[in-house]
């Protein structure tokens, strides 16, 4: 069992900026990949970012590529996801999910086994 715990949500101006980060406990943290999604009111949950265990590989949506960058602390067992130049369609509940399986296209939701609770991103224009 895998739990976690995003935090570093809350309210900015358009083109600032913010950190997520998701704490991750109960089972080996560099074996998980992890990935972040984001939901908006009246739309589908959505992909945004991931990353392998080793850091290794990364993976963006297109909507954000350029803009949000994804890491991870594995001694910290922590993932992270700074947002830059935010938007105000980048408004949305992010939420932190972790994979345990290997391969995948680590897109989709359907993929990851554990799912934080969320956090609320919201960027006034």
């Known amino acids: 069992q895998v739990q976690l715990v995003e935090s570093g949500g809350g309210l900015v101006q358009a083109g600032g900026s913010l950190r997520l980060s998701c704490a991750a406990s109960?089972?080996?943290?560099?074996?998980?990949?992890m990935g972040w999604f984001r939901q908006a009111p009246g739309k589908e949950r959505e992909f945004v970012a991931a990353?392998?265990?080793?850091?290794?590989?990364?993976y963006y949506a297109e909507s954000v590529n350029g803009r949000f960058t994804i890491s991870r602390d594995n001694a910290k067992n922590t993932v992270y996801l700074q947002m830059n130049s935010l938007k105000a369609e980048d408004t949305a509940v992010y939420y932190c999910?972790?994979?345990?399986?290997?391969?995948?296209?680590?897109?989709?939701?359907?993929?990851?086994?554990?799912w934080g609770q969320g956090t609320q991103v919201t960027i006034s224009s």
């Open positions: 999910a972790a994979d345990r399986s290997v391969g995948g296209t680590r897109r989709q939701a359907e993929e990851y086994d554990y």
């Open positions: 990353i392998s265990g080793s850091s290794l590989n990364t």
């Open positions: 109960g089972r080996t943290f560099s074996t998980l990949t």
